[in-house]
């Protein structure tokens, strides 16, 4: 299943960039996406790339089919981004440990410059390789993502007002 979301926000791009790596940017992505959020790894490289590694908790009751194939605890995963605020690309990818490699999702966001301040694509790719349930996973999973993304979006909106007044 493939994604893509457009948002624009009232700060330009490399202002969005120094927003990402902020404990209060980390708090509101954790309050607005229902998601319990833990860093685990962060550092900025030589050439001015970033890298972040965040153990996500999503905060929900997930469908019977998703029980079954993730245990009682549910769903939890790694976060990974990969941040090039001079390309104005984030590489990002979601590593679930307990199922290996039959679960695939990663993507990328892009900014523009955008006479309103910036426009943000995210773009993703989500792949169960599960028999028979595959389909119904990505479907929960991606209908998760897609909700989380849109309320992050607004919170992120009123965030950078607030900042700015």
Known sequence: MKFQMTHVFACTPA????????????DLQSKESNVARELREQRTN?????FKRVRCVP??????VMKSFL?????VYDQV??????????KWRVEVQKVGDRVHVEGTTVLRPHPQGCERTL??????????????I?????QDFERSFQRTAEAIRRF???RKA
């Open 123 to 136: 773009a993703g790719e989500i792949r169960v390789s599960v028999p028979f349930v595959g389909g119904k």
């Open 71 to 75: 245990g009682p605890e549910g769903l």
């Open 81 to 90: 981004n990969e941040t090039y605020p001079e390309k104005n690309l984030l």
């Open 138 to 142: 990505e479907q929960a999973v991606g």
């Open 15 to 26: 202002e969005y960039w120094e927003l990402l790596d902020t404990p209060e940017f980390e």
């Open 160 to 162: 950078i007002a607030e």
């Open 46 to 50: 030589p050439d001015g790339s970033r």
């Open 59 to 64: 905060r929900r009751e997930w469908p019977a």
